[in-house]
């Protein structure tokens, strides 16, 4: 396995750990570990994917940081 696949493999792996979190009911969507999950694996996919010019999942990836950094950036309302 070459490096970008292992930087992807590492970063989907940590999204999909997320969700699955998420699916158990030990993380909620707003919750910080889960955005902080988020934020580095769509991180590491972005960049795994740059390095290997696939750049449609350059954008997803990209996204799904700009995203979860708002939410973390986001006051909490009660």
Excluded: H
Aim: glycine share 8%; proline share 4%; with cysteine.
């Amino acid at each position: 396995m070459l490096l970008p696949d292992l930087i992807n493999t590492a970063g989907v792996s940590l999204i999909l750990l997320a969700f699955l979190l998420l699916q158990m009911k030990k993380v909620t969507a707003g919750q910080k570990s889960y955005l902080l999950i988020n934020i580095v694996g769509a991180g590491l996919a972005c960049y795994g994917s740059f390095l290997i010019k696939a750049w449609p999942f350059v954008v997803l990836e990209g996204v799904w940081v700009i995203v979860a950094v708002f939410g973390m950036l986001r006051k909490p309302t009660n």
